[in-house]
């Protein structure tokens, strides 16, 4: 099922205004999230447009946790973060997802919690396309 004004589902300017696709995982989506104040930070999103954990049946939420740890151990090999904190969100955007937010000791945020978008740190194309390429040698 997909949902046409999802931005997971529809992808194009919807998605575009906060992620940049990096690949396809087993069930999932990896996306790399525009505002980097926390280098390497991504979102795994489910394929499916589905809104909570529970709709999915174990052998789905098993697949979609294992994207889930490759991505994060691919954002650890890539960018070396101290810590990768994991956030589950969507109250109004209901489709499944992760973000997955590399902390670094001593800098932004480090022993708090993340700001969803803190709007601080935007990159060019050809940054953001450095660190996809990363993930991607990473995967």
């Known amino acids: 099922m997909k949902d046409c004004n999802c931005a997971y589902c529809a992808g194009g300017e919807l998605l575009d205004a906060f992620g940049v696709p990096v690949c396809e995982l087993g069930v999932s989506t990896l996306i790399l999230f525009r505002e980097q104040s926390h280098p390497g930070r991504c979102i795994v ?3 499916e447009h589905v809104g909570e954990i529970v709709e999915l049946d174990d052998e789905a939420r098993s697949a979609f946790f ?3 740890a490759r991505a994060a151990r691919a954002i650890h090999a890539a960018f070396h973060p101290d810590k990768v904190n994991y956030g589950a969100y969507g ?6 997802h992760f973000h997955l937010v590399p902390k670094y000791r001593d800098e932004t945020e480090w022993g708090g919690v993340f700001e969803m978008n803190p709007g601080r740190t935007y990159l060019s ?3 953001y396309d450095r660190m996809i390429e990363k993930l991607r040698a990473a995967l």
């Open 91 to 96: 109250d109004t955007g209901r489709h499944l």
């Open 45 to 47: 999103a489910y394929r």
């Open 66 to 68: 294992a994207d889930v």
């Open 125 to 127: 194309d050809e940054e």
